[in-house]
């Protein structure tokens, strides 16, 4: 039965009515009632011997109505969500006793819980929350340097959650390089996101090749030439020592000869012999080796290979051997129909082979979409056949023609191609390959085509014209590109497209990490109507303490999640955005620096926020230490 009905079940069994299952919205989370209901940064006087029937009716509305959250049930229940329940009853629902719950009014004043603990149950009331944990949050502020110093020399205490301090402490900003190096032999999740060098050196030098591999194995490798090439040197398997040779080039690392010489050798040499930038004196033993495998790798090096070796591989006994030889023959040469015809596999040809007149007049109007959508993109296409398929009835074979580079600008305004403008746009390659030439920048930042605008945009520099020219395009697609790629963007650009654009995987951060948005006279947007506006206020360095407090209180959540987030926040803010409707909010107070001490202790002491408190820069670096130790044995144990 799913977790949901067992919930309503539950509910009902108790004598209430189920009504629907809701979001906080704006009131009090579940999960933070869970934690003033087990006594984490709760003061005393919230636990009580029992719930009379005169707490419940001041729970209720006058429907009878209220919100509940039962432990153990996360569809519909605690951490996430509320279930609105009646209890038309004079008396006490029966949810007393196994497994707790929480339930609030839905004015949000009145707090009920009753959940299990090692000394029996806790049960909680409180009516006025909202004014309870405001005095709370100050309260809590108050504390003095001894107060933490007492706090932080008891921990870790009980209860200890020391694998999810494994899986969180990595995070932490204030831990040291030492540290880190450490938590390679108990947890190497961390390496995904580290930049440090000391740490990514002992990684790539480590004994486990799972922590070796794994600085490599993520969206935004962080490691130097120098790492990648000790990394790959190390790996024992001769095929992932290519793989990650091949991973290493592909971030721009230039793989040394002894290197090739070494991969060449081993028993992965077919694929080595696909390596980029492979040195030319390999490729006579890779044309003539034993294997068909490396000898049709020799083809795509075609270019390089001697007369003699290039006639060789088109006599190859082998199949395969020969059908890429004769591809790479006919990049330059004009295939006649004969061979075109015994292909086993004709697409190639069509999308990069140079065609006899003949041929080719016939493929471009053959009646089959499939071979004239290959022909469309193949740079080695005649003229006479771009200007057939630029009339082709099929919207997606005349779209592959207006983006191909032999085209001049009056030719390409002259097809009727289609854009779907909510597709994924990819910078195209041969405009990339212009990136460094300004003039054919300057030709193409006009093009009629957006997906060529678009591919410009994407220079890391472009000359200042052309930047002007992309800034003011109508295609905002163009403009966001400009602001993610090009460090040349100006600024009023970059602030517009903040109006729209929060940054992607790609390029996290932008456009507001861009060198060139605008830092000073942000604070003028602290009353924006837009809450994207008015997160950027307390980028300006006029902003002060004073503004943090106010757009902690701001109605959006992604605003107070960037109060929560500033260093200046209050640590009375910083324990009441710990209760945050948003989970995202929450998650973001509880790494701030300015949560108490006794706060943020509980906080590591509880399963379910340890993993991102440990994270919180605040901790004393001694105390890290004693949680990454308290980690380990426990990471030990379970090995």
Not at 95 to 111: E, I, K, R, W, Y
Not at 427 to 449: K, Y
Not at 486 to 511: I, K, Q
């Amino acid at each position: 039965m799913p977790r949901q009905e067992e919930l309503h079940e539950l509910l009902v069994r108790a004598g209430l009515t189920v009504v629907e299952d809701v979001r906080p919205g704006s009131l009090f989370p579940p999960e933070a009632c869970w934690r003033i209901a087990r006594g984490i940064a709760a003061p005393d006087g919230t636990a009580r011997e029992a719930l009379d029937a005169a707490w419940w009716r001041r729970l209720s509305d006058a429907d009878g109505e209220f919100l509940v959250a039962v432990l153990g049930h996360r569809i519909g229940g605690n951490d996430s969500w509320w279930t609105r329940v009646r209890y038309a009853g004079g008396g006490v629902p029966e949810l007393t006793g196994a497994p707790g719950f929480v339930a609030l009014s839905l004015d949000g004043q009145v707090l009920l819980a009753e959940v299990p603990g090692a000394d029996g149950p806790r049960v909680t009331a409180l009516a006025r929350l909202p004014e309870w944990l405001e005095e709370a949050a100050a309260a809590a502020g108050r504390e003095t340097e001894v107060e933490r110093a007492e706090v932080w020399a008891a921990v870790p205490r009980r209860p200890a959650w020391p694998l999810h301090w494994a899986a969180g402490i990595g995070a932490n900003p204030a831990a040291p390089d030492e540290l880190l190096i450490r938590l390679l032999d108990v947890e190497e999740g961390f390496l995904h996101d580290c930049d440090r060098p000391a740490v990514l050196d002992a990684a790539v030098a480590h004994p486990d090749p799972g922590v070796r591999l794994r600085p490599a194995d993520t969206f935004r490798p962080k490691l130097t030439s120098d790492q990648w090439l000790r990394m790959v040197r190390a790996e024992p398997s001769a095929s992932q020592r290519v793989f990650w040779a091949e991973r290493a080039r592909a971030w721009g690392v230039e793989l040394p000869g002894d290197l090739y010489d070494d991969l060449l050798a081993g028993p992965a040499r077919a694929q080595a012999a696909e390596l980029p930038g492979l040195p030319a004196h390999h490729l006579p033993g890779l044309a003539a080796d034993a294997d068909p495998r490396v000898r049709v790798a020799a083809c795509a090096r075609w270019e390089d290979l001697s007369a003699p070796l290039r006639a060789r591989l088109l006599a190859d006994t082998d199949d395969a051997v020969r059908t890429a030889a004769l591809l790479a023959h006919h990049h330059d040469v004009p295939m006649p129909r004969d061979v075109f015809s015994v292909l086993p596999e004709p697409r190639r040809a069509l999308a990069q082979c140079r065609l006899g007149p003949e041929l080719e007049a016939e493929l471009v109007r053959d009646g089959d979409a499939e071979v004239r959508r290959a022909l469309a993109a193949n740079p080695r296409l005649s003229a006479h056949g771009v200007a057939v398929l630029a009339e082709d009835p099929y919207d997606d074979v005349r779209s592959a023609v207006a983006l191909r580079s032999d085209l001049d600008e009056e030719q390409r305004a002259a097809v009727r191609y289609d854009v779907d403008s909510a597709s994924m746009s990819r910078t195209l390659p041969w405009v990339e390959g212009l990136h460094g030439d300004a003039d054919a920048m300057r030709r193409l930042a006009v093009s009629s085509h957006p997906l060529i605008r678009r591919s410009v945009a994407r220079a890391r520099h472009l000359p200042p014209d052309v930047v002007e020219r992309l800034a003011r395009d109508e295609d905002r697609t163009v403009r966001l590109f400009l602001a993610e790629s090009c460090d040349d963007a100006p600024a009023e650009m970059l602030l517009e497209v903040w109006r729209w654009w929060d940054g992607s995987f790609s390029f996290p951060g932008r456009p507001r990490s861009h060198p060139n948005f605008p830092r000073t006279g942000l604070l003028r947007y602290a009353g924006d109507p837009a809450g994207r506006m008015r997160r950027l206020a307390l980028d300006d360095p006029e902003s002060t303490p004073a503004d943090v407090a106010h757009l902690a209180r701001d109605p959006e959540a992604k605003v107070r999640r960037r109060a929560a987030e500033d260093t200046r926040l209050s640590p009375a803010d910083a324990v009441r955005l710990l209760n945050d409707p948003a989970d995202y909010v929450r998650a973001t107070a509880l790494r701030n620096p300015r949560l108490p001490a006794r706060v943020l202790a509980a906080l590591l002491h509880d399963r379910d926020t340890a993993c991102t408190a440990v994270a919180n820069p605040a901790i004393p670096v001694p105390v890290l230490h004693r949680i990454l130790a308290a980690a380990a044995a426990a990471v030990a144990a379970r090995r």
